[in-house]
């Protein structure tokens, strides 16, 4: 199905999916990003939902839609990093149908180590680039040294641990 | 492992759709230029194992992890929030 023939139905039958920790959540089709290639290390999954909930106000879910139990917490790295930015190549425009760098959600992964929350960090190197209107998305790996792969969230807990 | 010597300017092709050149040589560093299809992950080897293991981790979340993350991060800007009031 194209991009342009899912606009055109908004009112698509919503498909409900069971999450072990976040119960049923009803998925309408047009809301399905196709992440290509996957997300690296994560299989031959490539099939994903963002879910925004006003209880993990400011982080999101990246569900995926064919493995219940993969999930992604995710956040937008502007919270984070006031300046952050990344380039986006006329080819990467086109891979995912936008017209200009406006038209993507940036988000960056989550990492939070079981059990030691305040540990958290986040994937600035490697942001996600995410066409909302076209259900397209790509993880992309930025040139510049500036940014870690792992950015912590809470320098000041994480600097207690000693 | 295959092995062909190439020169500046000179590319190879992998498949029907990858093509390889080589752009420039510098002391020890050879600089690459790559075209391939958008589903193909072209990555330098190191960054993608890198990639690999931090997507892997971060997969691995665990619900009640995250709402801890978001009570620490409360607490975190309404600390910022007070210090930021104590410059006045």
């Given at each position: ?8 139905h ?10 072990p920790f ?12 196709t992440f ?11 099939r ?7 209880q993990?106000?400011?982080?999101l ?6 493995k ?29 149908a936008?017209?200009t ?9 989550l990492?939070?180590?079981?059990g030691?929350?305040q540990e958290?960090t986040a994937?600035?190197?490697?942001p ?26 809470f320098?000041?807990l ?5 | 492992?295959?092995?062909?010597t190439?020169?500046?300017?000179e ?6 759709h990858?093509?390889v050149?080589?752009?420039e ?15 193909i992950?072209?990555?330098?080897e ?35 929030e ?7």
């Open positions: 199905m194209t991009s342009d023939s899912r606009r055109s908004p009112e698509s039958a919503p498909r409900c999916l069971t999450y976040l119960g049923r959540i009803s998925v309408r089709k047009e809301q399905i990003i290509t290639p996957g997300l690296q290390g994560l299989g031959r999954f490539h994903y939902v963002l879910i925004e909930r006003p993990e106000a400011p982080f879910w990246l569900l995926s839609v064919a219940p139990d993969l999930a992604l917490a995710v956040m937008e790295p502007a919270r984070l990093v006031a300046d952050y930015q990344v380039q986006v190549s006329d080819a990467l425009l086109k891979d995912l936008a017209r760098p406006a038209d993507l959600k940036v988000l960056v992964i990492t939070i180590p079981a030691r929350p958290a994937n600035l190197l490697a996600l680039l995410i066409n909302l209107a076209a259900g397209r998305g790509k993880q992309v790996v930025l040139e510049s040294q500036a940014y870690s792969q792992a950015h912590p969230l320098p000041r994480a600097g207690k641990e000693g | 492992m295959l092995i062909l190439r020169k500046i300017g590319s190879l092709l992998i498949g029907d990858i093509r050149a080589v752009l040589i510098r002391g020890k560093q050879v600089r690459l230029g790559i075209d391939a299809p958008p589903d992950v072209v990555m330098r190191e960054l993608s194992q890198r990639l690999r293991q931090e997507n892997t981790q971060a997969a691995g979340v665990k619900p009640h992890d995250l709402l801890t993350v978001v009570s620490l991060w409360k607490k975190e800007k309404e600390e910022e007070e210090e930021d009031n104590d410059d006045f």
